[in-house]
């Protein structure tokens, strides 16, 4: 991982109302290129929110943020052209084909038909998913749907993927698979931007962000969190600031 001198993504007092409440509070950070960034805070914590911001979907309030070189407010288009976004909710069409469902996003991601045909078919070898290509999606194990989802994600090689509890429900092997997988982009220089509800996954980030009632309130390595609150797990780091959260729901 590179020191932060040139920030993928760049938040500056990044604010979102709705109406008296305030969702995420004047929150300012920066990511750099190839980093494995995790963004966890409890459910209302105000962590999706704050990527919605990121990903250009919502307008801020306050504040400025800006993601692969492009303001969020002024140039979100831009933003939407140069990240890939994956949820645990939707990132696949389960009626079409495994290589359909690769096909459709080089299309959308304006990826040269050559291009998408031969990436297509390095991606169902990587996956193992060569005698699959014809299956509708829905027809796979949630395993091989999450990671068929990440590659479709970082399949136009964005420069930032957002990854919205990605794991959510696979098991344990399944999860290290994928986190091999994020590695491997992380090694091509693919920012990752990944929030979690499994804390020991929170081990393999290079830094962690900790949000608390729409507010960072620990930033950094986990092993310096974790010798910063003395204890021994980003479970029990997760657990003393989710204490001082007043809030539920996000």
Known sequence: MENVHNPVIRAVGLTKRFGDFTAVDHISFEVSAGEIFGFLGANGAGKTTAMRMLCGLSR????????????????SEAVKKNIGYMSQKFSLYEDLKVWENLRLFGGIYGM?????????????????????????????PLGWKQKLAFSVSIFHDPKV??????????????RRQFWGMIYEAAGRGITVFVTTHYMDEAEYCDRVSMMV??????????ARLRRQFDVDTMDEVFRRLARRATRKGD
Do not use: C, M, W
């Open 60 to 75: 801020p309030t306050e504040g400025e943020g800006f993601v692969a070189g492009y303001d969020i407010v002024r140039q």
């Open 112 to 140: 040269k038909e050559r291009e998408i045909k031969s990436k297509t078919e390095r991606i169902l070898h990587e996956l193992g998913l060569e005698q699959e290509r014809n299956t509708p999606v829905r027809s796979l």
């Open 213 to 222: 009632d729409g507010r960072i309130e620990a930033l950094d390595a986990p």
């Open 161 to 174: 993927v957002f990854l919205d509890e990605p794991t959510g429900g696979v098991d344990p092997v399944t």
